[in-house]
């Protein structure tokens, strides 16, 4: 169980300091913080270097590129990073250092198999082969971290999120996997550490939301998005099941104004349209988690303070309509 009303954010921050990173994480979402990734301290803990770090045959340059030696390429090999201890994961290494006696929820994320897979075959290793290596090198990632983190923070309960943007485009023609494909090397990921931690998954494009459901996530992050009504049977379901929605409610392609007013209509008006179409009104407030729609990465550290200031205001906004809702049905 999760307290309503919570706000995180997606992980990837701009800072070049590992301890502003955090003190930043935990003065904008103390409820629900997340492990930072700082790809302007070093693009090793860019998205695809840091999932590629300790591959086989991989190496990493100082630009985050990866550079793909076919000799030494090997699916069954071990990743070289078993205690997280490379330059890839700093952030991470600053976070759990600093919230060593924390005893609620915490998020860590780390790259999904489909964006992974993606990058090894645009770096020259055959379709099969990158996917099934990136297959079983998330798998083993996924338990080292949620296994790590239990380690450091034995008392937190512990989320964590594949971060999979190329499962927007599973359905393209001319993607080199299939979406049955996609979606067992989603769900085999999770499934590995699914009765140690909360899995959720995150997908900042536009995609099929039947798609994205078929991989089991408990917590499922999308960008707020009316079309998402089209598919209220489907969300219903999820929900009444004891899913979760994190509600990507915060743009982070442009401006984004000086109140939340307009936000929070515009979150409200799909919460209607999907209670209209049979959704469960608590059930959308009380099982919902706000935050950015994307990373800040690519923002100044001004830009990032005022897009996760809207991220608390919009969870405060949220935790009065959930504390009300409850009341109104006796629960």
């Not at 502003?20 to 935990?26: K, P």
Request: charged share 20%; glycine share 10%; aromatic share 4%.
């Amino acid at each position: 169980a999760l307290p309503s009303g919570l706000s995180t954010g997606i992980g990837y921050l701009p800072h070049c300091d590992p301890g502003d990173a955090v003190e930043f994480v935990l003065r904008h979402s103390p409820r629900l913080p997340s492990a930072p990734s700082l790809p302007a301290r070093s693009r090793r803990e860019g998205m695809i270097a840091q999932a590629a770090s300790g591959l086989a045959g991989v190496t990493i340059a100082d630009d985050g590129s990866i550079h793909v030696d076919l000799n030494l390429v090997d699916p069954e090999a071990p990743l070289d990073d078993k205690r997280l201890s490379s330059d890839a994961w700093v952030g991470l290494r600053a976070f759990l250092t600093a919230i060593a006696d924390r005893d609620g929820p915490i998020k860590v994320s780390l790259t999904g198999p489909v964006t992974l897979g993606l990058a090894l075959w645009g770096a020259g290793i055959e379709i099969d082969l990158a996917f099934r290596i990136a297959g079983l090198a998330v798998r083993n990632r996924i338990e080292r971290l949620v296994d790590h983190v239990l380690l450091r923070v034995p008392q937190a309960q512990v989320l964590v999120f594949l971060d999979e943007p190329a499962m927007g485009s599973l359905t393209d023609d001319g993607f080199p996997i299939g979406p049955n494909e996609g979606i067992d090397l989603v769900s085999s990921a999770m499934a590995a550490v699914e009765a140690k931690a909360i899995t959720g998954l995150h997908c900042c494009t536009a995609v099929d939301y039947r798609l994205l459901l078929s991989t089991g996530p408990r917590i499922l992050s999308v960008p707020v998005d009316e079309r998402i009504a089209k598919h209220s049977g489907l969300v219903g379901d999820y929900l009444d099941r004891g899913g979760w929605i994190a509600w990507g409610a915060v743009p982070t392609d442009g401006t984004i104004g000086t109140s939340v007013d307009r936000l929070w209509r515009r979150l409200s008006s799909v919460w209607c349209d999907l209670a209209n179409e049979g959704c469960d009104p608590l059930l959308l407030r009380t099982n919902a988690i706000i935050t950015p729609v994307c990373g800040l990465a690519q923002h100044g550290v001004t830009q990032a303070e005022q897009v996760m200031e809207h991220t608390s205001r919009l969870a405060e906004r949220l935790q009065g309509q959930a504390a009300g809702a409850r009341i109104s049905v006796g629960a």
